[in-house]
């Protein structure tokens, strides 16, 4: 007699008994939103690089500085000379002297750059920088709504291939039992009993493989939310099969090249450095400065001798200073030079990365139109094929009872309607998800479009 298999604690959850709270799609993406470490690093990283624009326009402003300082030496000399004597009035001589004296001195200088190329096109170029980084932003944002439609319905493809994987296993343990019944009356061959137990062990370990990808697909969205999640709400069963509209792939390439943010960022990257380029060539140009001081420099000290101690100070006004100063560069050792060369190869690497970046997303964008159009005829023809299974394991295991057909071709069809419905499953998410990768690449993806789908949750 075959012992009733008694399903794991988690398949019953699974199958059965209902989570603590039910998710949709946009739930998902919310609490996405909120504590994806990905997006917030990203984020970061554009308020990060905005900072270079203020940093590079604060060197056109005028640069103010205050010093305070404070000096003490002390010296001596062994050589005679003549000193004014303060009480007499007259030079007397000294045969040596140590000296010790002090000086406080306190200013302030404003320095502004009247022609400076490089400081100009530093500045252009760390615009084209931030603007890079919004875009790179913006797609990371787009890249987190692809995301949580994935995670969310890979867990709705493992779940029901857990439970077609469980109903295989329901009906190829009938057939075993039947098998071995009809064995015990002598109507079937125990090669019968064998083949039916060799399919239904192999049902067994698909159930625990299928649970397993279960856990492993709800542990991506704990992940994503750092939630553990709720019951997933499925896709209903009469989803609209629409093309893409404007349906012309040519129209797709077109939105993309022009609103893809990766393609924005790329081109972005190679307008910086094509400023890069203008700032090391500038090393070569005059610079023009000007400059305005107002400092005070007291000094006082004592003056050691054989006549006796003097005592000196002094105590001057403030005085002011202005100025212009031009630098005009001759020779730097090669340095500007290697900095030109420099940038130009980093200039090529962005133009070639602009490129790359071109590419790939006019291919992808192709791919997706076609994948999206060839999804709904594969949504029809998958939903057919298992309509035609099951009729094909109903009249097979009708004819297996009455003799015209063996327990291999009951097993076969059995098989065959598990594959057909798990192809069932897998063609309406690859739909869903070839839609919105067809939008991110078009760079139009957007929350509402999620929102979307989520009303086809049931």
């Known amino acids: 007699m075959m012992r009733t298999r008694c399903l794991p604690l988690a398949l019953i959850m699974a199958l059965g008994a209902p989570m603590a709270h039910a998710d949709d799609l946009i739930q998902i993406y919310q609490e996405a939103r909120a504590s994806d470490p990905t997006l917030a690093g990203a984020e970061a990283t554009k308020l990060a690089t905005d900072e270079n624009v203020d940093q590079a326009r604060s060197q056109l402003l ?89 995670t969310y319905f890979n867990v709705l493809t493992a779940l029901d291939a857990l439970k077609f ?9 009938r057939q075993l039992e039947q098998a071995q019944q009809r064995f015990e009356v002598g109507l079937a061959a125990i090669t019968d009993v064998n083949d039916a137990k060799a399919q239904h062990d192999a049902a067994v370990a ?17 992940q994503l939310t750092n939630k553990e999640p709720g019951e997933f709400k499925k896709l209903r069963e009469d989803l609209p099969l629409d093309h893409p509209t404007p349906d012309d792939p040519k129209q797709w390439v077109d939105l993309a090249l022009r609103q893809n943010p990766v393609l924005t960022s790329s081109s972005l990257n190679v307008d910086a450095a094509n400023a890069n380029v203008n700032t090391a060539r500038a090393g070569h140009l005059p610079v023009l400065n000007a400059n305005l001081g107002y400092s005070r420099a007291p000094t006082w000290g004592d003056t050691n001798t054989n006549l006796g101690n003097f005592h000196d100070s002094s105590d001057p006004k403030w005085g002011s200073s202005i100025g212009v100063t031009l630098s005009v560069p001759i020779f730097s050792g090669g340095f500007v030079q290697s900095r030109v060369r420099q940038a130009i190869y980093q200039r090529d690497f962005a133009q070639d990365q602009y490129e790359l970046n071109r590419r790939q997303i006019e291919a992808a964008t192709r791919n997706n139109f076609r994948s999206v159009i060839a999804g709904a005829s594969e949504v029809e023809a998958t939903k057919a094929a298992v309509v035609s299974a099951q ?31 798990s192809s069932y ?3 309406r998410h690859a739909f869903v998800m070839d839609g919105l990768l067809l939008k991110q690449a078009a760079g139009v993806i957007e929350v509402k479009d999620l929102q979307l789908i989520n009303a086809l949750l049931e």
């Not at 394991?393 to 098989?415: F, H, K, N, P, W």
Request: proline fraction near 2%.
């Open 206 to 222: 698909n159930v625990i493989s299928a649970q397993n990808n279960v856990d492993t697909a709800r542990e991506t969205v704990r």
């Open 165 to 173: 994987a469980d109903a295989n296993e329901k009906a190829l343990n």
């Open 391 to 421: 009729s094909s394991v109903e009249a097979t295991q009708a004819g297996y009872e009455v003799g015209t057909r063996t327990i291999v071709d009951v097993l076969i069809s059995q098989q065959t309607l598990l594959q057909a419905q």
């Open 62 to 150: 005028p640069q103010i500085a205050a010093a305070l300082s404070f000096t003490r030496s002390h010296g001596g000399s062994n050589s005679p000379s003549f000193i004014g004597d303060p009480s007499s009035g007259g030079n007397e001589l000294v045969l040596g002297s140590t000296s010790t004296a002090y000086t406080r001195s306190l200013g302030a200088t404003l320095d502004q750059s009247l022609v400076d190329v490089s400081k100009w096109t530093a500045l252009k170029s760390s615009e084209f920088t931030a603007q890079a980084g919004s875009a790179t932003y913006d797609a990371a944002q787009q890249q987190l709504l692809v995301n949580t439609a994935q």
């Open 425 to 427: 499953s897998q063609a």
